[in-house]
């Protein structure tokens, strides 16, 4: 089995410049991103199907010459689950859009407070040390 060495190469750069856009804050972007990105996942399950041949139904064709019908399933699984996930990241964009004016994921403030925190190497107000001895009982130390 021989695959088509220009539709890895395109579905590579469709991966890549998917993994790209996903890195975006702006949901719009990232919705540009898994679409390109699932575009290229489909062009190698093509390229994993194999050649081209007849129809896969038993009885008419020869088997030697029937394609792979696996490859093809997947394929229709993955446009579904593309547009299902399109369709949520579409719908959080304009809910954003909405409540902000703009779709830009913003900065969680306890993800900064954290960052802060590991920044000057300091546990946060929540952390307790819990200490088990040796009769099973937690012991909190201070």
Not at 71 to 95: D, G, H, K, N, Q
């Amino acid at each position: 089995m021989t695959g088509n060495v220009t539709l890895a190469i395109v579905a590579g750069v469709l991966i890549a410049a998917g993994v790209y856009l996903l890195t975006e804050r702006s949901l719009t972007r990232i919705l540009v991103g898994v679409l390109v990105m699932s575009n290229g996942v489909n062009i190698l399950f093509l390229i994993a199907a194999g050649r081209a041949g007849d129809p896969p139904l038993l009885g008419l064709f020869n088997p030697d010459t029937m394609a792979d019908p696996l490859p093809m399933a997947m394929v229709l699984t993955a446009i579904v689950i593309t547009m299902a996930v399109s369709a949520f990241v579409v719908t959080v964009a304009y809910r954003s859009f909405q409540l902000n004016g703009h779709d830009e994921v913003s900065d969680d403030i306890e993800d900064r407070r954290i960052r802060e925190l590991a920044e000057r190497d300091d546990v946060s107000d929540s952390f307790e040390d819990i200490s088990f001895s040796d009769t099973g009982e937690d012991r909190v130390s201070e």
